[in-house]
């Protein structure tokens, strides 16, 4: 069961999202113009290249290659870690790099750990978000293990708690800040990033243009390759072989 800080914070996401949900469609709407063009890289290497989209995901690579790939992801989605371990070589190397595939990614937030992680992968830009979404699923399990652990004492702490300290509180308990400190993301950066409310509406906001633009969205990790979703899509298996026929190969 999870603990009650958890359920009273997840209700306040959700009246956050209920809140916003008008604005789904002009958020999705939004990012389906051309892309601006990019220079390319001087060393060929197209996952140097790395942007914010207008529908708040981070994207790598050549904006305006000929297959687009967006990934929805869940920092706390096993699914999610494991597609990160099976894929994360193999679609930089073999398709992002070259400028063939542009990879992005976009936080969908299940619950106020999710919330949290998706806060400090964002803080430090498009400078480290790549690198520190890799390196918090990679240490998904250690991670997520600290935060179950929660005493009594500490649920019963938090349960006063605005949402905006209960993630810092839940950041503290997962180790979050010293995770991001040791990648080049000072605390005092990420202490400013978890009480950010304009970045965490944004992922709420994310949600909801999320289900809106996509009424076939069931889940993580769920796949769109220029601009459709796809379905029976959620490991490395099932993806690559639609990437390569979207390439024509």
Not at 5 to 29: F, H, M, Q, R
Not at 127 to 149: C, E, K, M, P, V
Not at 154 to 176: D, T
Not at 214 to 221: A, D, E, R, V
Request: proline fraction near 5%.
């Amino acid at each position: 069961m999870k603990p009650f800080y958890v359920l009273a914070a997840a209700a306040a996401i959700v009246a956050s999202a209920a809140c916003n949900a008008e604005k789904g469609t002009d958020g999705a709407a939004a990012a389906s113009g051309p892309s601006q063009a990019v220079a390319p890289p001087k060393d060929g290497d197209w996952t140097k290249i790395v942007s914010q989209t207008a529908d708040g995901g981070f994207v790598m690579g050549n904006p305006n290659a000929a297959v687009k790939l967006v990934e929805f992801g869940s920092m706390t989605c096993s699914h999610c870690a494991d597609f990160e371990e099976a894929a994360g070589e193999p679609l930089l190397a073999n398709y992002v790099k070259g400028g063939k595939v542009s990879f992005e990614f976009r936080n969908f937030v299940r619950d106020p750990f999710d919330l949290t992680a998706s806060l400090v992968a964002r803080c430090g830009g498009t400078a480290s978000f790549f690198a520190l979404t890799r390196a918090l699923f990679a240490d998904q399990s250690n991670w997520f293990g600290r935060i179950q652990g929660v005493t009594p004492e500490q649920n019963q702490a938090m349960q006063g708690m605005a949402p905006a300290q209960q993630f810092g509180e839940i950041a503290k308990i997962a180790g979050f800040q010293q995770f991001a400190a040791m990648r080049g993301v000072p605390s005092a950066k990420t202490s400013a990033c978890l009480a950010d409310e304009s970045e965490i509406n944004r992922l709420v906001q994310m949600n909801s243009d999320a289900t809106n633009q996509y009424p076939n969205f069931t889940g993580t990790p769920a796949f769109v390759i220029n601009g459709k979703m796809l379905d029976k899509t959620a490991n490395w298996q099932t993806l690559e072989p639609q990437l390569k026929a979207a390439l024509g190969s």
